[in-house]
């Protein structure tokens, strides 16, 4: 059973930046792929970013340029690097990943950006 533990998120004023970091129980070499997510009020999920075992990372149009994601093997750890923070970025972002073909998900952790 793989866990995610995600942190990072808080509160931060428009143009700021913030670092998520996705902790994971398992060794995430073994990982097919890891995922940011978000989710904002009222809306659905949304893939923000992802990484693949290779380390081809992809990217939301709309985060492209501002956010990156990063993940360090040898500390099981995905990482979310987001600059240029925008009040439309306010979410809950959760960890996702892909191992042995099933879906594995953190419990989230909210990004307020204010104005």
């Not at 930046?17 to 097919?32: H, Q, T, V, Y």
């Not at 709309?62 to 750890?77: C, E, L, P, Q």
Request: with cysteine; glycine share 12%.
């Amino acid at each position: 059973q793989v866990q995610l533990v995600e942190s990072g998120g808080g509160l931060v004023q428009a143009g700021g930046s913030l670092r998520l970091s996705c902790a994971a129980s398992g060794s995430i070499f073994d990982f097919d792929a890891m995922a940011w997510h978000r989710q904002a009020p009222g809306k659905q999920r949304e893939v923000v970013a992802t990484v693949a075992r290779g380390g081809i990372t992809g990217y939301t149009d709309s985060v492209k340029g501002r956010f990156t994601i990063s993940r360090d093997n040898a500390k099981n750890t995905v990482y979310l690097q987001m600059n240029s923070l925008k009040p439309e970025d306010t979410a809950v972002y959760y960890c996702y990943a892909i191992y042995n073909a099933n879906n594995y998900w953190g419990q989230g952790t909210q990004v307020t950006v204010s104005s």
